[in-house]
């Protein structure tokens, strides 16, 4: 199966400018999970979707918002960038089997610089 | 909401040598514990991980042992060897309906040749 992809690589922007991110699962995954990684506050959780449902959403304000679709692809949209939102974003997808808590598979990321 | 914490940020041993990275969860209810190693520029990979209801689980060189009631669990790897150098991120299931992992801040490690 191939595995969970992410576009783009990389993205520049700057500060007050939109950005949208899009994920694709690996085949047959319904779950897809978004997580911010910087140097200073690690890995940090976004929020996850199964079945075009939001199931959890981590601190992050409003201005960070998800979607998936019916085909499982999720994106992610950051509204006003500011400069402290340069990071990787890695999304990762995970299968739903008999609700117990899977393995989840990560995408290479995208990187964002905003400046 | 779960509070994980990893210990020590970095670590160094020579090409052999055993290694040991700490993790401490703060939520009694979390019940899945997932190590990942992510390479430099690379993708966070799953290496090993265990439930709450197994106190030890190994795979190979690598090992992970789960204390419930101190709520903390460790990574060990033995007979390190140079391509074992990269970031290890413990981590720890929210609860027992989310889907939300939370993350140590993470150990480098170095294996020196």
């Known amino acids: 199966k191939a595995g969970v992809t992410q576009t783009p690589r990389y993205l520049i922007k700057t500060r007050g400018q939109q950005v949208t991110l899009s994920c694709s699962p690996i085949s047959g995954h319904r779950s897809v999970s978004w997580y911010q990684q910087t140097p200073g506050q690690g890995l940090q959780f976004l929020f996850e979707y199964f079945s075009e449902t939001q199931r959890n959403k981590g601190n992050f304000p409003g201005r960070f918002s998800g979607r998936q679709f019916s085909n499982s692809r999720s994106e992610m949209n950051v509204s006003t960038l500011e400069l402290g939102d340069s990071a990787l974003y890695l999304c990762a997808s995970s299968p739903e089997t008999g609700g117990a808590w899977n393995e989840q598979f990560f995408g290479p990321g995208t990187r964002l610089t905003v400046l | 909401g779960e509070n994980v914490e990893q210990h020590p940020s970095t670590l160094s041993v020579q090409e052999g040598d055993s290694a040991v990275i700490k993790c401490t969860y703060s939520?009694?209810?979390?019940?899945?514990f997932p190590w990942y190693k992510q390479e430099l520029g690379k993708r966070p990979q799953l290496i090993i991980d265990i439930r709450s209801n197994v106190g030890e689980k190994k795979d190979q060189r690598i090992a992970v042992t789960l204390n419930k009631t101190a709520k903390h669990f460790s990574l060990h790897i033995t007979e390190t060897q140079p391509e074992d150098s990269a970031v290890y991120f413990c981590?720890?299931?929210?609860?027992?309906?989310?889907?939300?992992?939370?993350f140590g801040s993470g150990t480098q490690l170095t294996v020196l040749p």
């Open positions: 981590a720890a299931i929210y609860s027992g309906s989310a889907r939300q992992l939370t």
């Open positions: 939520d009694s209810a979390s019940n899945y």
